[in-house]
């Protein structure tokens, strides 16, 4: 479960994640290394048949998720105020899990967002028709 939230959580503006399926690996890259190992196949621009964009930052919303987390988990004042201000940027992300990590709350983090995350990653697989085994 950890890996579906790590690539959740990789994703950024401008810089979208892709599934291969041919090599099953994610990456940021809209083509797989497999691909361009091949010199006969002619690199896509854009999505392919075997490579699938996951959803976009803007379509998970992260900032929700991560004002919600905050609103109701995060007890100490002081913290509390913090991640809300940098919530407030327009560039969050790493700043926000790296504050989250310095005040060791990172794995709660994980552990109360995971299931919005999951949820979002479930969804795409069912839109792309995709399955992927447990453990």
Known sequence: ???????MLAIRKRSPVYYHKDTKQFDRLPYSEAETLNPDV????GNDMNTVMLPTYEEIDHKDIMRFYVRECVEDKEIRRKLFDILRRRDYMDTFLDNLHESGLYEDFVDVCA??????????MKKNDLSFAAG
């Open 42 to 45: 002619e690199l896509p621009i």
């Open 115 to 124: 299931d919005t995350y999951i949820q979002i990653f479930d969804e795409w």
């Open 1 to 7: 479960m950890s890996t579906i939230i790590e690539v």
